[in-house]
């Protein structure tokens, strides 16, 4: 079998999906040959001399190398200003190649023309693959990876940005290898399928569709049936390739989420189920892998890592830094077992904070109070974790007044906060609470996921827009937050400044 990662997606790691499909396959043995088409396309990309030639441009061309060197090297992310000046040249490598439809950078891929939420224009990418922007890169590397006898090739599409470019290789598969069959999965795939309005719009083109972990469905096609767990086959992976400073190892330890309550969450709308792995498992998985693949950083996957992992974490976690999304717990207002968090080598933790309005927090079921997110901040900063907070503005339970005193907290406990990601409300289709507003499409398209609905208090997105633009992120305190985000990889880098820009530290 033949497992293609599509771009594109912020090249920064390899993908944790095929490679544990990978592993699974290959564990019982099933021959799999794994390829990261994302991170050799924006790569093939980068080394090709761009028509246009204006002056940053030509500079950015003739840095390229110089800059592949730097963003692997730890010296970069001392200094913040040359780290920026570094991504933006190698992204402008990507952005110069769009022409008049396409925007392709570093992190993301979009058409005017085609769009990944209607499954006409995925068979048009299908049917003229030229379309696309990597199609010249397709061309070369597939004759030679369709030469392997398997059968089947499985994409992984977990992005809208890698959508299209999907549709274009598979369209091209069609073209040279018509007998080959075609699997698609992947997190986008899988909240396609979980969708009220799936209907499989790609019968004809694609064979098989998966929904969630593909494991088990892909040994099944080989009338196998999973019984080994085993780690990801990381090494299958070009580990040195990735745009960071040092081999990233993606974990997970879990799928769904052991809360799963939050009213406004797609995991909790698509109805994901909650699974861990044994904590034992877990911690000689991440011993085999560190052997194997010798990381700077450890990257956790899961929506929200449990407590009691975190526990096992900061008693029996190897020094390697890692960081990962956490919920709020009690756990966090102990400082002790926060010193031992960052003993163990955590660097950053990811919170979804969401709103600075209690009531807010309440009625969108979030099971997290103020108090204590104030008191798990004062903490993780005490011990030296810095934080990447995640605000969510827009919601129904949220009008003008409780985002403004959003906007107060923030500023108050500014001090506390390393890093800060501003979104905007999308109600997922299947959301239980749909049932109680108005509500309209939002993108048209078939496979969109969200809907539009009217605010039961007008705080609508264009309003919400614009507080977020003129009036929260210019405020002094925010827009310093807001400025140190690494462009373009955000969160993915953001662990790497964590160590020296001098923000954290006993106080
Ligand atoms: S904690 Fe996160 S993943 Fe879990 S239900 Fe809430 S928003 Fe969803």
Known sequence: MLLIYPPIAKPSEPPAGITQLAASLLAHNHPCNVVDFNIEAQLDLIALEPEYNDNWTRRAYRNRRANLREIRSQS???????????????????EIRGGRTITASLANYQDT??????????????????????????????????????????????????ALSSFALIGLIRQLAPEKKIIVGGGLVTSWMRSPHWRNPFSGLIDYCI?????????????????????????????????????????????????NKCSFCPERAEKTPYSRKNPARVMQEIGMLRRDT?????????????????????????????????RVTGHLQNLDYCRQLKKSGCLMLKLGIESGDQGVLDRLEKGIDLALVVKALENLHRA????????????????????ERTLEFTIKHHRLITFLNLAIFNMPLNSPER???????FYSGDLSLYTDFSHPRGWNRRQVRSFLDREFKKKPEIATILNRDPPLFTSNHAPFFCKDIGLFGES
């Not at 767990?229 to 990735?242: A, E, F, G, K, T």
């Not at 049932?435 to 499409?441: A, E, F, G, R, V």
């Open 211 to 259: 929904d969630g972990c593909g494991v088990a469905p892909l040994l099944k096609l080989f009338e196998d049936t999973e019984t080994r767990q085993v780690p990801p086959r990381l090494d299958l992976m070009p580990l040195d390739s990735y745009l960071a400073p040092g081999r990233i190892l993606p974990y997970n330890t879990s799928s769904g989420c052991f809360w």
């Open 294 to 326: 010798a990381p700077v950083l450890i990257h956790l996957l899961d929506n929200a890592v449990s407590p009691s992992l975190l526990e096992d974490f900061s008693e029996e976690m190897p020094t390697t830094p890692w960081y990962g999304f956490v």
């Open 113 to 162: 023309s085609l769009s990944p939420l209607k499954s006409d224009d995925l068979m048009t990418m299908a049917r003229f693959p030229q379309r696309c922007l990597f199609a010249s890169f397709f061309r070369k590397r597939l004759p030679h990876l369709l030469a392997d006898p398997s059968d089947f090739i499985g994409i992984s599409i977990n992005y809208l940005s890698q």
């Open 384 to 403: 030296g974790i810095a934080t990447y907070v995640y605000l969510l503005f827009g919601t129904p339970a949220e009008g003008r007044k409780e985002a």
């Open 76 to 94: 970069l992310y001392t200094s913040f200003a040359r780290y920026q000046k570094c991504v933006l040249e190698l992204n402008r490598l990507m």
């Open 435 to 441: 049932q109680d507003l108005q509500t309209s499409d």
